[in-house]
Each structure stands twice: as structure tokens, then as C-alpha cells.
């Protein structure tokens, strides 16, 4: 039965979030150096250390402090920034928002756009936008973050003078001062996702227009926009959500270096300045924020890829 197909994923997501969350923690405890110490200073003493780190819990073994961030976060309480003493909880939620904006709009961006293009390139093989599409892609795909966004930062914002390089959007005060400070991460996210979706929906569709159903299809006289739209694109749609789906999470949970790049007040850029200053609990509850949605999103595409595919519809 499909909710039997869906309670197993489900369940089978919240064993490896407990997974990843050991990994987290075990992580963020082999980071170099000393909480006590980076929160204090190299002119603290070693007794005011000692007496920080007892009063942090910092002193007692590491598997009980694991059970006690386990069980806070659980309750859904995420503990207090070593660096701050303010609630971790609060300062996420101030930089969550900022994030699921930038990917969003990313988002709305990409995807109709990867779809046109890979439809565009799938009914037209060897054509000349077929070639267009796959060298770019290709180059897109080869290309780091850091790479696309320092050029992008050259030809916009310093060659040109066009859009800012830093995305201060605490001064925006319109929505066309907002869209000029996102617009540099904006692009530089949808150029890294925009060459995978659109390979991925060439390559489905052109797998699935070789096959016998389209060529009956073809036989009885049927358009070509209905055999693409109607008889292609249904049967290659379950790869296309799954790669859809892994780089939708790719946008929220891979967006470090283009935050960074730009110091969009993002909850990844959250995450890295906690790493200097060493704030393990506020590394640990970001980084677990980012597994969790990069995990539902990868149930969300199994969970479609079986609805949108009669034969795994049926066998769940």
C-alpha cells in the first residue's frame, strides 16, 4: 500500500536524522581548540576556564552530553549560543527566513526554466540548441560556487556597477533595493542548479521518446506537443522530481560558500561564523536544520516518483 510505501521511508528518514545527529555532534567535538577558551579569551585564567566549562557542562563525557542536546532538541529546545548567551532557537529564526527566501526565488526561477530547456533540447537532438544547452550545462555543471560567484561579482558589480557584492538587505528599504541585493546570490544559486535539472529532463525525455509507446503514439498521428506533453513527459517524470527535489535541497542546505561569498545574512552564514567562534550548539542545531531538509526533501521525491510511475504506484 502507498501509506505503508510512505510510513517506511518516513521511518526509515528519522533513523538516519538520529544518524546524522551523532555525526553532527561527533563532528563539532573534534573541532580544534576550546569553547571555554574562544569564548573567554587567551587572557583568561585557568581557573575562570575550568569554572566555564563546569558551568557549560563541558566537563562531563561526551556521550551524556549528547543525550542532553538529543533530548533539548526533541523538545524543541535547541539550547543557548555560547558566543551570544542568547537562544539559539531565536537566532536561527531571524536567518531561517532570509535562506528559504533566497532559495525560493531560486526555486521559482529554475525549475519552469530547466523544464522548457530540456524539453526544448529532447525534441530537437543534435540541433543547435540541443548543442547549445548541453555545453553549457556542462560548463555550468563543471563550474564551482566560489568560481560563478567571483565572476559574477566582477562583471555586475565591479566592472560593470550594476548590482551590489555584498547582499545587505537590512538597509533595503524597497523592494527594488531588496532585488538588487539578492540578485548576485540569486543567479550564482540558479546557475549551480539550473545545468543538473536540465540535463536530467533532456536526458528522461529523450530516453523515453525512443521507446515503443511514443513510437505507436507517432504512428497514430498524434501531434508532437501532445506526444511530448501528454505521453513523454508522464513517463520520465520521476527522475526529473527526484533530481528537482535533490537540488531544491541542495539550494537550502548548500547555499554556505554563496552566503559567505556575498555575507547574505543566511542561516549559513549563521553556521560558519559559529564554527570561528567555536558555539558548538548553535554549529550543531544549524547543521542538523540543513540534514533534516536536504532528508524530507529526498522522501518527498520518493513519495512522487512512486505516484507519478503506474508500476511503482502498483508494487507499493
Not at 175 to 198: H, Q
Not at 208 to 225: D, F, H, M, Y
Amino acid at each position: 500500500m502507498l501509506w505503508a510505501m510512505m510510513m517506511r521511508r518516513l521511518l526509515f528518514g528519522l533513523l538516519t536524522l538520529f544518524a546524522i545527529s551523532v555525526l553532527v555532534f561527533v563532528g563539532t567535538e573534534i573541532l580544534p581548540g576550546d569553547v571555554a577558551q574562544a569564548v573567554l579569551g587567551q587572557s583568561a585564567t585557568a581557573e575562570t576556564i575550568a569554572a566555564l566549562r563546569e558551568r557549560l557542562g563541558l566537563d562531563q563525557p561526551a556521550p551524556l552530553r549528547y543525550l542532553a542536546w538529543i533530548a533539548g532538541v526533541l523538545q524543541g529546545d535547541l539550547g543557548v549560543s555560547l558566543a551570544s548567551d542568547r537562544p539559539i532557537a531565536a537566532m536561527i529564526s531571524s536567518r531561517l527566513g532570509n535562506t528559504f527566501m533566497l532559495a525560493g526565488i531560486a526555486a521559482l526561477i529554475v525549475v519552469p526554466l530547466s523544464l522548457i530547456l530540456g524539453l526544448l533540447a529532447a525534441t530537437r537532438p543534435r540541433s543547435l540548441i540541443d548543442r547549445a544547452v548541453s555545453h553549457l550545462t556542462l560548463m555550468s555543471v563543471s563550474a564551482p560556487e566560489f568560481l560563478i560567484a567571483t565572476l559574477l561579482v566582477m562583471l555586475f558589480a565591479v566592472h560593470l556597477n550594476w548590482l551590489p557584492a555584498i547582499s545587505n538587505i537590512s538597509s533595503a528599504d524597497d523592494i527594488g533595493a531588496l532585488a538588487r541585493s539578492i540578485a548576485l546570490p540569486v543567479l550564482t544559486l540558479s546557475l549551480m542548479v539550473l545545468a543538473p535539472m536540465t540535463r536530467m529532463t533532456r536526458n528522461s525525455v529523450l530516453s523515453v521518446l525512443g521507446s515503443p509507446a511514443i513510437e505507436t503514439a507517432i504512428l497514430k498521428g498524434l501531434s508532437r506537443r501532445r506526444i511530448v506533453l501528454f505521453h513523454a513527459l508522464p513517463n520520465a517524470i520521476a527522475p526529473i522530481v527526484n533530481i528537482i527535489a535533490m537540488n531544491l535541497a541542495y539550494l537550502v542546505s548548500g547555499v554556505v560558500v554563496v552566503e559567505v561569498v556575498f555575507s547574505f545574512p543566511g542561516l549559513a552564514k549563521l553556521m560558519v561564523d559559529a564554527v570561528g567562534t567555536r558555539d558548538l550548539p548553535l554549529v550543531q542545531a544549524c547543521a542538523l536544520i540543513f540534514c533534516s531538509v536536504y532528508v524530507l526533501m529526498n522522501i518527498f521525491a520518493d513519495v512522487i516518483s512512486v505516484l507519478a510511475n503506474p508500476k511503482l504506484r502498483r508494487s507499493a
